[in-house]
Each structure stands twice: as structure tokens, then as C-alpha cells.
């Protein structure tokens, strides 16, 4: 029995064995590679069409934590100011933050409270960052 992966966009997304209907409807952006005597090619894997090799699966960095989250990785001090800036811009940034179910680290808003908490003067650049690569290191663990 043939065996052949659905890819798209370089990623190994299904797998048909000819039987039973196809798993994802083929489009022009599909690829359909017959991999029958293959046993290293997976669903999931990423393919390199001009090698003809498979590869790991794409690390997919999560970018998602909770409010209490980011709560949890700055200091006391730190939401304190926050919490008590009568800064128009900190005030906006912190009320959007605290009516928020979830938090996403990719977000141009979330950067852009980032950033005004280091013009203000609430955290500097380096805490910035050491902030952020706490809330990654969250939303992956």
C-alpha cells in the first residue's frame, strides 16, 4: 500500500495511505510526496524540497501567559510604581493589562508596554528584557 504525506508550506501536515478519503482536501498548496519506503518521514516533520530530506519538527515558540504571570516575574517594587503612576500612558497600559484574560508576549501592545514602562523609568532596558525572557520561558515550560 503507497504511503504519501500532505506538506504545506514545508511541514509535513497529514499522511494518506490510499485508503478512505484524503485527510485535507488537495489544493494548489498542498505537496504530495510518496514516501511508501520512507520510515523516517512523519507527520510533523518539516521537508526540504530541494534536498528531498526531512527534519525535525519546527520549534514553535509559545507566546501566551496570564496576568498573574507577569505579576509573578516582576518585584514588588516594580508593580507598585506601576500600580500608582499617575502617567497617563502607564495608567492606560496597566488598566489594558489588568482587564486582560491572557497576555500575548507577540502582541505589538505588549511591547509597547514594555517600552513605556522603560521610558518612564518604571524598569530599565536590561530589566525589560530580563522580564520578557522570563515570560517566554513561562508561557514554553
Not at 514602562?117 to 530599565?124: A, E, M, Q, R, Y
Amino acid at each position: 500500500m503507497n504511503r504519501q504525506l500532505q506538506i504545506k508550506n514545508g511541514v509535513a501536515s497529514a499522511e494518506w495511505s490510499g485508503s478512505g478519503g484524503m485527510p485535507v482536501p488537495p489544493d494548489a498548496t498542498w505537496t504530495f510526496l510518496d514516501v511508501t519506503d520512507r520510515p523516517d518521514a512523519q507527520v510533523g516533520m518539516t521537508y526540504d524540497a530541494a534536498t528531498d530530506t526531512f527534519g525535525p519538527a519546527p520549534v514553535v515558540v509559545k507566546t501566551i501567559v496570564t496576568p498573574a504571570q507577569v505579576v509573578s516575574v516582576l518585584t514588588a517594587a516594580e508593580w507598585q510604581i506601576a500600580t500608582t503612576s499617575t502617567d497617563a500612558d502607564v495608567v492606560w497600559g496597566m488598566a489594558q493589562f489588568q482587564l486582560a484574560q491572557r497576555v500575548d508576549l507577540a502582541d505589538p501592545q505588549f511591547a509597547q508596554l514594555m517600552a513605556g514602562l522603560v521610558s518612564k523609568g518604571i524598569v530599565t532596558a536590561a530589566r525589560a528584557a530580563e522580564i520578557q525572557a522570563a515570560l517566554v520561558a513561562l508561557a514554553n515550560a
